[in-house]
């Protein structure tokens, strides 16, 4: 009897769809120990964070008060509000400082940045913020380039002080935000009404401190007249508000934030209009200068004079001798009858209208018929 032996087919494997073709099946991370290390630190200290903050809750009377007592410190509240513009309108609100102190009064909450990745010219960053006592998480993740801009274009960045400090200023902006979402408004709102009284109550208002003011905005090109133009009044009858104000102003200036034409007018602008008032009336004075008077009238009058100067005088209508009447002196002779001694040449005589000759003889005939 012949026994037969069946060999068993072989199973085929079905390709993984998620893998590139040919290649071999990846590990699972958690078979990584390394990776399962970092897994369950991560887990650790996610889980010890809770635990922390549930046997110690704040308390809400506390907390506020630490808040209020840091927004009386003038040095936070001077640097409690960021400012600039949008277009025409004002856009103002707590600088990424004021969130800073009000988490670390706040109590229980974890926040920072983070960079994932840098590939390619650009980091993707992750900027967050916990509260573990209320378990409400803010998580915000965004892309900077890394490239910087310049009045002559951009460059791209490859020291890694410029990276950091670009990243930094990035996510300082996003941070802020994220601070703010996960501490009630409320809190905030007390917060900036402490920092304003504190500012005002710490307003510099002497002769001093004024000056000191002129010359810090003097620093960005900013002149007296344009701080006067800007508080509508002179600047030595500032009022503590408008200090604070430009105090807003000058922060924004020192960021970067924004750039003095968006809160001054040029102060060349006044000029320029002053001197296209100026200009303008000396053109006004020049076309009527340059508008000829009426040549009839002037002719005319100076006819006539001329016809009652040459008319003969009649027999009958001469002084007497004796008379009274002065005898008319002509100021431009000496009293030898002779030129005055000007060192000019006498004017040469002036030529006679024909129309005045006719009129002299027809007076004269007149005058000899009489």
């Known amino acids: 009897m012949t026994t037969q032996i069946v060999e068993p087919i072989p199973v085929k494997t079905v390709v993984n769809p998620f893998t590139a073709t040919g290649a071999e099946v990846s590990t699972p991370t958690?078979?990584?120990?390394?990776?399962?290390?970092?897994?369950?630190?991560?887990?650790?200290?996610?889980?010890?964070?809770?635990?922390?903050?549930?046997?110690?809750?704040?308390?809400?009377?506390?907390?506020m008060d630490r808040i209020l007592n840091a927004c009386s410190r003038p040095s936070l509240a001077n640097s409690a509000v960021y400012v600039y513009t949008r277009g025409s309108n004002t856009v103002s609100g707590p600088s990424i400082r004021l969130a800073e102190a009000l988490a670390q009064a706040w109590g229980n909450i974890q926040y920072g940045i983070r960079e994932l990745s840098q590939k390619d010219g650009v980091s993707t960053v992750a900027a967050f913020a916990w509260d573990v006592e209320t378990n409400t998480r803010r998580e915000v993740v965004f892309q900077v380039t890394l490239k910087r801009d310049t009045g002559n274009g951009s460059y791209q960045l490859t020291k890694n002080r410029d990276i950091y400090e670009l990243v930094a200023n990035q996510g300082a902006r996003r941070l802020r935000s994220c601070i703010l979402s996960v501490i009630?408004?409320?809190?905030?709102?007390?917060?900036?009404?402490?920092?304003?009284?504190?500012?005002?109550?710490?307003?510099?208002?002497?002769?001093?401190?004024?000056?000191?003011?002129?010359?810090?905005?003097?620093?960005?090109?900013?002149?007296?007249?344009?701080?006067?133009?800007r508080i509508q009044r002179r600047i030595d009858s500032i009022l503590p508000a408008q200090v604070v104000n430009l105090r807003n102003i000058y922060r924004s200036l020192r960021d970067g934030v924004s750039t003095p034409e968006d809160w001054f007018a040029p102060e060349t602008s006044a000029n320029a209009s002053a001197k296209k008032g100026a200009a303008g009336l000396k053109d006004k004075l020049k076309k009527k200068a340059a508008v000829p008077a009426p040549s009839s009238t002037v002719e005319t009058t100076a006819t006539s004079s001329e016809a009652v100067a040459a008319t003969p005088i009649a027999a009958d209508d001469q002084p007497d001798a004796g008379s009274d009447e002065p005898e008319s002196v002509n100021p431009s002779a000496d009293l030898f009858g002779a030129a005055p001694a000007t060192g000019m040449p006498p004017a040469p005589p002036a030529e006679e209208d024909p129309w005045l000759t006719e009129m002299k003889a027809a007076e004269a005939a007149q005058a000899a018929g009489d």
């Open 30 to 63: 958690a078979n990584n120990p390394l990776a399962a290390t970092d897994q369950a630190r991560a887990i650790a200290e996610v889980q010890a964070a809770l635990v922390v903050a549930r046997m110690n809750p704040r308390n809400p009377i506390v907390a």
């Open 184 to 229: 009630p408004g409320d809190v905030t709102e007390a917060a900036l009404s402490q920092c304003e009284a504190t500012q005002r109550a710490n307003v510099d208002m002497t002769a001093e401190g004024i000056k000191g003011l002129v010359e810090t905005f003097a620093k960005f090109g900013v002149s007296k007249k344009q701080l006067e133009d």
